[in-house]
């Protein structure tokens, strides 16, 4: 089984993306779900995560109040609204799916990584 992410692309300070990551090849139900984000020259970082079925969300400070994590559990996705986004938003931004229904804030607690779309917030 395999993640796909997309919906990344430019935008400019203040706008919005939603970003989706969709499961294919398996089910991942009754797993956590989360986003992570890599700047160039940094390391990863975690975005937020969501529980398995949905009812329990936790985002990084940065993007409290901006970001919203969703899940469809039906269709397998699991989406990233991004609104008000600022130039220190853009990354490349990966899904992961965690072997449990607890999410999680560390990168090592994930058993599969979608490939990673590309958000660039500049003017």
């Known amino acids: 089984g395999q993640l796909v992410a997309s919906g990344g692309g430019w935008v400019q300070p203040g706008g919005s993306l939603r970003l989706s990551c969709a499961a294919s090849?398996?089910?991942?139900?009754?797993?956590?779900m989360g986003w992570f984000r890599q700047a160039p020259g940094k390391e990863r970082e975690f975005v937020t995560t969501?529980?398995?079925?949905?009812?329990?969300?936790y985002y990084t400070d940065s993007v409290k109040g901006r970001f919203t994590i969703s899940r469809d559990n039906a269709k397998n996705t699991v989406f990233l609204q991004m609104n008000s986004l600022k130039p220190e938003d853009t990354a490349v931004y990966y899904c992961?799916?965690?072997?449990?229904?607890?999410?999680?804030?560390?990168?090592?607690?994930?058993?599969?990584w979608g490939q990673g779309t590309q958000v660039t917030v500049s003017s």
């Open positions: 969501i529980s398995w079925p949905g009812g329990s969300t």
């Open positions: 992961a799916a965690r072997r449990s229904i607890v999410g999680s804030t560390h990168i090592y607690e994930y058993d599969y």
């Open positions: 090849g398996r089910t991942f139900s009754k797993y956590a």
